[in-house]
């Protein structure tokens, strides 16, 4: 019989536990520490309870995260891991007044590990909107141009950032309707991405002048870009600079949203989108064809409901898909039809109108786009730019 979570630990105060499993050394500590810390019977890990999660550490990654094991200047971890004995007992430990774990081996060493890092990473919290919560949490939002560049203009970028890192989605309004403002908005809040499709930014009306739906006015269900690539460019951004016919509402839909949704409705479907590796083509004749597979759902390191990369495009999905087994092929369909009907849904689409002036940027990790069809000239313009350098600054303004 398996036991219990309960019955392999001691729920005794750590210093009263030290002194139960260890040298009877109990010392005092101060009342700023703020952990608690338990050690398993097998006295092969530790248990440590932190604000707001509690974390088993295996003896092998505390002796990998010694303190003195980083250079002080860059931060970086110097020790080669095969330099590490990682045969050894835990003797003694104590918590320091800096929040510093003191750890002692059996083969004399003493290491440090500072339990203060831990805290770190669960402060960017994704939350999940929907056709209800979008005006609120998302459009009544928008940011006025005008304050990126006055005086409130460093809290109006952490806005912006800390925005984005949330939602995945953040509109500027009042830019002025051409492409040099829009670029100047794109470079004063991060990288342009140069592309395989040409210069920097673009500007596109329907022209049919590239081989893609995009360059016609037909409607384009929801989707993620560039699924064929290995690492799918980070951030989409859109600006109507001109539309003199109706219709062409931009569709969103939030990937966090959709895979909290299946999970709750179809864990089976839900697991195997996380699982299957389904693959993705895009041709140009004569000038290029890329591939790449990857899961429709990606969930971050930390797990559900952290969501990493949201993969999904009807239109580039490759009809070779001859690596599934037949078992993988059924459940894949029917996981991806069930998906779908989530994606659609009216319930979690939103349909809004881009007007000139106002620039929306899409976390294409997350954030799924479209648009309906459209009558007249409509002119769009936009570019990609690096996800990973908002993520460090939504980082940075959280500390
Ligand atoms: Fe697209």
Redesign the pocket.
Known sequence: MAKTAKSLFHTLPHCFLRSQLFKPNCRNLSSHVKYSIEVNNQKDFLRVSLKSRVLNLSFEYLLDNNVHSFDPISSQRMENIVDVNQNVDLIDWRLNDDNKLELFWGDKRTTFFDLSLLEESSKLKQVFWDSSSFNKLIWSRAIDVNGLNGSECEKSMDQFYGLFARYGVVFVKNVEANESATKKLCEKMGIISRTYYGADMWTVAADGKHADT?ATNLA?RT?T?NTYFDAPLGV?VFHCLSHDGSGGETLLVDGLNISRLLRQKDQKSYNTLTRVPIRYRYLDPGKAMFKASGPMITEECEGFPSLKQFRYNDYDRDIDQSHLSLEDQRAFFKALRKAAILIQSPENEVTLKLSPGLVVFIDNWRVL??RNSFTGNRVLCGCYMERHDWRSKAALAQF
């Open positions: 995009f384009i989707h870009d989409q786009h479209g």
